[in-house]
């Protein structure tokens, strides 16, 4: 799993940004106050399993979890 960063140093930088670092399933709904200045998560640790395969399950999760969250980030916007 990769080293989570403070994803909030975006905030005060120009332009757009992939997002990574310690992306799970979990802590996906904290992305939320950044997703203005994001175009996509670059997600890998974070959905294997205990031997380093991709888990299918935690993969569903995190896709479903990102529609969550965008879901509601547009609906708070409108």
Same mark, same amino acid.
């Given at each position: 799993?990769?080293?989570?960063?403070?994803?909030?140093?975006?905030?005060?930088?120009? #332009?757009?940004?992939?997002?990574? *670092?310690?992306?799970? +399933? =979990?802590?996906?709904?904290?992305?939320?106050?950044?997703?203005?200045? /994001?175009?996509?998560?670059?997600?890998?640790? #974070?959905?294997?399993?205990?031997? *380093?395969?991709?888990? +299918? =399950?935690?993969?569903?999760?995190?896709?479903?979890?990102?529609?969550? /969250?965008?879901?509601?980030?547009?609906?708070?916007?409108?």
């Amino acid at each position: 799993e990769g080293v989570r960063i403070d994803w909030s140093l975006i905030s005060g930088l120009d #332009g757009a940004f992939m997002l990574a *670092g310690g992306l799970t +399933p =979990e802590n996906l709904p904290e992305t939320a106050p950044y997703l203005d200045k /994001v175009f996509g998560f670059d997600v890998s640790g #974070g959905v294997e399993d205990a031997y *380093g395969d991709k888990d +299918p =399950e935690k993969v569903r999760r995190f896709v479903s979890v990102g529609k969550q /969250v965008l879901t509601a980030a547009e609906t708070a916007r409108t």
